[in-house]
């Protein structure tokens, strides 16, 4: 093995491998609670075993972002912001 392939640094041939997953659709969804004539002002989530996927709700498709701009957080990150999320302000 060469010692590029071995170095864990981002960018790295290791580091690009081990992260290449295979691309599933996710299944979207928003709280019934969603404000608007239309339920337009709500984020739409989608979570997974390893990520809690977040996009606004009225921006998923762009020509830049075909699958319209998304934020991914650990399950653990998710947990700790949604009583801040939650919370009367």
């Not at 093995?1 to 295979?22: F, L, N, Y």
């Not at 969603?34 to 762009?62: F, M, Q, V, Y």
């Amino acid at each position: 093995m060469s010692p590029a392939s071995k170095s864990p640094w981002p960018g790295s041939r290791a580091a690009t491998a081990a992260a290449t997953t295979a691309i599933v659709a996710l299944a979207w969804f928003k709280s019934s609670y969603s404000s608007g004539n239309n339920g337009e002002s709500c984020l739409e989530i989608a979570p997974t075993p390893t990520a809690i996927h977040i996009r606004d709700s009225k921006h998923t498709h762009t020509p830049a972002t075909p699958g319209g701009p998304q934020l991914a957080l650990t399950p653990s990150a998710w947990a700790a912001f949604l009583p801040y999320a939650s919370a009367a302000h």
